[in-house]
């Protein structure tokens, strides 16, 4: 390791310890309406109820990537069945979707702090940690080192901006990150020449393609949302993922296609918790009824109501059984986008807004073949939807290619599990 890089991340240790207890006061009051989030604050500072040893680690950050990890482990439970498996992820919401994988170990993950990180891996002992996408901690990776756990990123990608940011402190990057790597499994050529680019020998770097395409959704809540469905009188429009300030977009985009389709619903799923409650005050001013999914107790409140309100998590398949067309929130604010691969699993067309970074390339062969559609505004939202919503032989056709773009891109779950076969034989 360089000087200069012994230095930066003497300090950066040094910064993480002093504000670690810091960072669990902050996030215990960001997430203060997340009740199961502050029953196992503790783990974040790396205290757990129990111990193991030897297992194999896999990190997730969130709902969307344990989705799209779990098909990836439950073939791996498959082939190494006395494997131990830990999973940890950063949201209570992933914490759900991962305990839901049987035979599983379901933690949060630690803050980035020394002290915590070495409690961490004392505690568990991973041999390997798997990440997903591109979560690198330099505590992490170098206790990982430390301690012998060999580190595989799995579906890797790097943006070209991202990749341009390593590439002004390269040294520091190299002996911090990417010196710790064991393996990088890329989802394209394009990602695996930027790895290389900030540092990452050759060798390390294998190409397998997207584990979102493989996905393997519960078709059974998304049923039960069709029977209801059929019980309604016309179409509907879902609002999925949505972040703070696209209420007020969905809403008014609901209210201009009700002019036209007086028959129309709208569910709307808020990303969090606390956008429930930003949907419940918008609405408080609005003509419209609505009812919260844990208040229904009969299928009719499902029809007697214009608007379905997600407040319950884990059930975005039942959402998208009640409607016809989703929007992907998350696209009209800075956030990037959430993945349109779930809607396609459904054959299901999605719109999104202007901002999708997070599932580019998904998204792009998606509008290539008519299966996802872009609008860059409002008034553009309201178009697109109203021309979708009242055809509904188009939006069939849309869902179809939607689903025949995730067929194609199916297999990167195989290819990995080939890759790393020989490192967890050897």
Not at 106 to 124: A, E, G, Q, Y
Not at 324 to 345: C, K, Q, R
Not at 363 to 386: D, P
Request: hydrophobic content about 40%.
């Amino acid at each position: 390791m360089h000087f200069s890089s012994k230095i930066v991340f003497f300090l950066y240790k040094f910064l993480t310890l002093i504000l670690a207890p810091v960072g669990v006061a902050f996030l215990c009051y960001k997430k203060r309406l997340d009740p199961p989030y502050g029953k196992r604050v503790f783990e974040l500072l790396g205290f757990y109820p129990y111990k193991l040893k030897n297992c194999i680690w896999f990190h997730a950050a969130s709902v969307g990537e344990i989705n799209s990890l779990k098909p990836l482990i439950l073939k791996f439970q498959k082939v190494n069945p006395n494997k131990t498996i830990l999973i940890t992820t950063m949201t209570t919401t992933g914490g759900i979707a991962a305990s839901n994988i049987p035979n599983v170990h379901t933690f949060f993950m630690p803050l980035d702090s020394p002290c915590v990180i070495k409690r961490f891996f004392n505690n568990f002992k991973p041999k390997f940690l798997f990440i997903v996408d591109t979560e690198l901690w330099p505590n992490m990776l170098q206790g990982a080192l430390k301690n012998k756990c060999k580190v595989i990123i799995v579906n890797g990608r790097m943006q070209e901006k991202n990749c341009q940011k390593y590439l002004k402190f390269k040294n520091l990057v190299k002996d911090i990150i990417a010196t710790p790597l064991y393996k990088v499994i890329c989802i394209s050529k394009e990602d695996a020449q930027r790895f290389e680019r900030i540092g990452i020998d050759t060798n390390k770097i294998k190409v397998a393609g997207n584990i979102k395409y493989d996905l393997n959704l519960n078709f059974e809540p998304f049923h039960k949302g069709r029977k209801i469905k059929a019980t309604f009188n016309g179409m509907v429009l879902c609002c999925a993922s949505t972040h703070d300030g696209e209420e007020s977009i969905c809403l008014e985009v609901f209210k201009a296609l009700k002019t036209k389709i007086p028959s129309l619903k709208l569910v709307a799923v808020p990303r969090h918790k606390t956008g429930v409650d930003l949907f419940e005050k918008k609405l408080s001013n609005q003509n419209l009824s609505y009812i919260k999914k844990s208040q229904i107790k009969n299928s009719l409140e499902y029809q007697n109501n214009e608007i379905i309100l997600g407040d319950t998590m884990g059930e975005m398949s039942f959402y998208f059984g009640l409607s016809d067309l989703v929007f992907m929130g998350g696209s009209f604010v800075p956030i990037g986008g959430h993945n349109p691969l779930e809607p396609a699993y459904f054959s299901m067309p999605t719109i999104t807004g202007p901002d999708y970074h997070n599932f580019k390339d998904q998204f792009k062969m998606l509008i290539t073949q008519e299966g996802a559609f872009e609008v860059q505004n409002q008034s553009e939202f309201i178009t697109k939807s109203l021309e979708l919503l009242s055809s509904p032989d188009k939006i069939k056709l849309s869902g179809e290619h939607a689903l025949e773009i995730l067929n194609l891109g199916r297999g990167s779950t195989d290819k990995i599990l080939k890759e790393i076969a020989e490192d967890l034989s050897a």
